[in-house]
């Protein structure tokens, strides 16, 4: 886990949409557009998401037995930009999903019911980009 700067805290927990880089199985990289929350004091970023999106679906198969692979996050606005980037594990647990549905609704807004939802939990340890 990486502790981020005031600075960085102060970013992160801005509205803005980021983008969230998976692998593919063909090691191509897929880059999507997301809304995500920074949890502090686990050092990690969530993002919720369909079981069977992509992000999802090469989350758990890069992860394997392992249980986790790399994947980063990069918030940008204006010149200002973070990236953050670690392991990503998906998660099903319901409570581990309403966590990340109550935190979401707190930065961006109240999410509908969907019984398909799963969390991914990005758990930082390098940190790059002009925000300090």
Known sequence: ????????????????????????ADGSPHVVPVAFTW?????????????TSVKARNVERAAGDAGTTRAA?????????LTV???ITLSRDPADVAEAVEAYAVRYRRLEFQAERIVLHLAVDRVMGTVR
């Open 1 to 24: 886990m990486l502790d981020l700067t005031a600075g960085q805290l102060e970013f992160v927990a801005a509205r803005h949409l980021a983008t969230l880089t998976t692998l593919r």
């Open 39 to 51: 949890d502090a004091a686990a050092g990690r970023a969530r993002v919720t998401t369909r079981g």
């Open 73 to 81: 996050l990069c918030q940008v606005d204006g010149q200002r930009w």
């Open 85 to 87: 980037e670690g392991t």
